[in-house]
Each structure stands twice: as C-alpha cells, then as structure tokens.
C-alpha cells in the first residue's frame, strides 16, 4: 500500500529519494461489528466502485474490548479473500500473531498494544506494519526511524467509531511530508465533505470508516466521491 519508496524516518535533505507523488489513497476500516457474510457483500460494492488501497479489520465487542480470535478468523475467511481480488491490502488491527496466522498483509498497532519491535518480528521483514502515534511527532518519527511502513496521525475530528484519545493538527500532516518520507496515514472522523484539507495537507493515505459505510448515499458512492476528490486535488492541488 506504500505510495513512496520505504525508508527511514531521516529529513529528506539526507536522503537521495525520489517520491512518486502519487495522489491521495484510501485505507477502509471496517465497522466494529457485522455479520462477515452480509457485510462481504457491502465490502464488495464498495470496492466495485473504485480504488482502496487497504481494508483493515478493526473488531470491537460491544463492551469496546477485543473480540475472540474465532470471531476475528470467521470475518477474516470471508473479507480477506475479496480485499486480494481487488488488490486491496488486507491489514488486521491490534494482533500480529493472528495476522501473521492468517497471512494477512499487514498489521496495525496502537501505542497500548504490541510494540513495533515485536510486531515486526511476528511478521516479518516484508509485510506492512503501521504505527498509531496519535498527535505525537516524536512518537512518529521513532516508528518511521524503527521501519514502520506508516505512521497514523489523528484523531482530525469528532468521531463515534471510537473515543479519540488525541486531537491532531492539519500543520502535523505538512510537517511530516515535508520531513520525511515514511507514508503517513490521516484517521478521526473523516468524511467526503471534510477530507480536502487533509489531503492537501499531504496525507498519503485517509483512514475511513464511518465516513463511507454510513455515508447518506450508501458506501459505494463514499468510495466513487472520495477517489474523485483524491483525484481532483492532484490535479488542481
């Protein structure tokens, strides 16, 4: 799902790096709770309706806590065969022992949970691992100088996906692609209509739940208006 050629978190002015300056992608999180069968069939339209760089199954009990691993195996038979049809990369949140079982793509890890170390351990030299890092940039750059393939800022906004624990800053976005070139990830309440100044900021990735499987029009219009804006903003940034 990298959008820049991997390396460490160094200024740019170091490095001898030529970005790609691709434009701005999708990272789909799943809802917290569905039925695999049914909700593969939403998964689907969405994905039919145009590019998503990633799909991250993110599982929550209704309590908030971890779902059991035969929960997050059942949705993961039925999601991740659909995301590797359309090239999407399969990520599993929290759990790289599980993600590396299932030969997911990558996993995703959050300051209270497994440290990168040891999530690229489990997984190995070659599939992604991603860093939550909140509104830290020292906690980002640690990850990028460790090798994390990308570091997620946010919360940008209100969200009731999950109870944010730090608000982020736009200028945190410029800051980061101006510096470095580990790809970066904008998450926290984002939708179609207040997505632009994250993207022009310079978010490689936009980190969407809410904002598409309960956009208004359904989730395959969301994915058809956020890669049109993606796409509009590369054009004319």
């Keep these: 799902m990298s959008k820049k050629t991997k390396q460490k978190s160094k200024p740019k002015q ?23 069968v049914a909700f593969g069939e939403t998964l689907k339209s969405a994905l039919d ?13 209704e309590a908030g806590g971890y779902p059991d691993a035969d929960t ?12 590797m049809r359309y090239n999407t990369a399969f990520i599993l ?22 440290s990168y170390k040891m999530a690229r ?3 190995g030299p070659d599939r992604i691992v991603g860093v939550t890092c909140h509104a830290s940039r020292h906690t980002a750059m640690e990850a990028g100088e460790a090798g994390a393939d990308y570091v997620a800022f946010g919360a940008f906004f209100d969200t009731a996906t999950k109870e944010a624990k730090s608000r982020a800053e736009v200028d945190l976005l410029a800051w980061w692609t101006e510096m ?15 997505a632009a100044p ?21 989730p395959a219009a969301a994915v058809r208006a956020f890669n ?9 940034p």
């Design 93 to 114: 949140n929290d759990n790289p022992e599980l993600a590396a079982e299932l030969d997911a793509d990558g996993v995703h890890v959050g300051q209270e949970d497994a």
């Design 72 to 83: 997050v195996r059942r949705a993961a038979d039925v999601l991740m065969p659909l995301a």
């Design 49 to 61: 309706a145009g590019d998503v760089a990633s799909l991250q199954l993110r599982l929550k009990t």
């Design 228 to 236: 049109q804006l993606f796409a509009e903003l590369h054009k004319n």
């Design 198 to 218: 994250l993207v022009s900021a310079g978010a490689d990735f936009l980190a969407v739940s809410g904002g598409v499987w309960a956009h208004p029009n359904g």
């Design 121 to 123: 351990s489990i997984m």
């Design 180 to 194: 470095f070139i580990v790809p970066c990830v904008a998450i926290g309440g984002i939708t179609v209509e207040n």
């Design 14 to 36: 170091e490095q001898k790096i030529v970005e790609t300056n691709d434009p701005c992608r999708l990272y789909l999180i799943t809802p917290p709770r569905f039925e695999p």
